[in-house]
């Protein structure tokens, strides 16, 4: 039987079109690092899944086929209730998306999943 | 089994299943370079298609230890976007080194 992480109160959506990534990164933030973990596949999910669940942040891929990271980042600070959850980005282009203020940090991919609960933590400031 | 262990076990999984996937995209973007070089010019939804699908190739080799492949998937990406015409030569240089890093005799990291 693995040894539980130690628990942490906090829920994650995490947001990527690719059904691998979402699925290691999941596996990785719950075992490792002990998060409660919600997923969605593209903008539009995510956008809903975010009114739904008030996630205590959201972690979202710039690069999705229709409505990309950005646009999807653009329509959750324009709901009231979405405007506050703090987004990391997740961005080949680090340089580009560093300077948008919208956003509590990036992590560039691709990432490391088992690094990637730290980068998280210490992105929004969350004790490990 | 330490939570290590469990962790580990699952990635590895799921890193064999990201490993075929990468195989058809890879495929993919060979058939898009096929189209590429028997015609001349590379059409706007083909290159969209084209640059959507070695930039997941790219993140999903890099996230998934074959930093090789992901490297030439970031040049490919660069390629395709910069080409105009015909498809540079490089093109498929690197197309190659995609596949031969993802054939299965390569170990998963």
């Given at each position: 039987m693995p040894t539980p992480p130690p628990p942490v109160d906090k829920l994650l959506l995490l947001v990527d079109d690719d059904d691998d990534i979402r699925e290691v990164a999941t596996t990785a933030l719950e075992l490792v690092d002990g998060f409660r973990i919600l997923t969605a596949a593209n903008g539009h999910g995510a956008v809903q899944s975010a009114r739904d669940s008030r996630p205590d942040a959201i972690v979202l891929d710039v690069m999705m086929p229709g409505m990309d990271g950005l646009q999807t980042l653009a329509r959750l600070r324009a709901d009231e209730q979405t405007a506050d959850i703090p987004v990391i980005l997740l961005t080949a282009r680090v340089d580009r998306e560093?300077?948008?203020?919208?956003?509590?940090g990036t992590i560039a991919k691709p990432f490391d999943p088992m690094r990637l609960g730290r980068d998280i933590r210490q992105i929004l400031g969350w004790r490990g | 089994m330490t939570t290590s262990d469990a962790v580990e076990s699952i990635y590895r999984e799921i890193a064999q299943r990201a490993r075929a996937r990468n195989r058809q995209r890879a495929a993919e973007v060979r058939g898009l370079l096929l189209e590429w070089q028997r015609t001349g010019s590379l059409g706007a939804e083909q290159r969209e298609q084209a640059l959507a699908t070695t930039h997941s190739l790219r993140g999903s080799a890099g996230t998934f230890g074959q930093v090789e492949v992901s490297l030439a998937a970031g040049e490919l990406e660069a390629a395709i976007h910069a080409?105009?015409?015909?498809?540079?030569?490089?093109v498929e240089a690197l197309l190659d080194r995609i596949e031969n890093g993802l054939c299965d005799e390569t170990p998963v990291a």
């Open positions: 560093e300077t948008d203020h919208r956003v509590a | 080409g105009s015409g015909g498809p540079p030569a490089v």
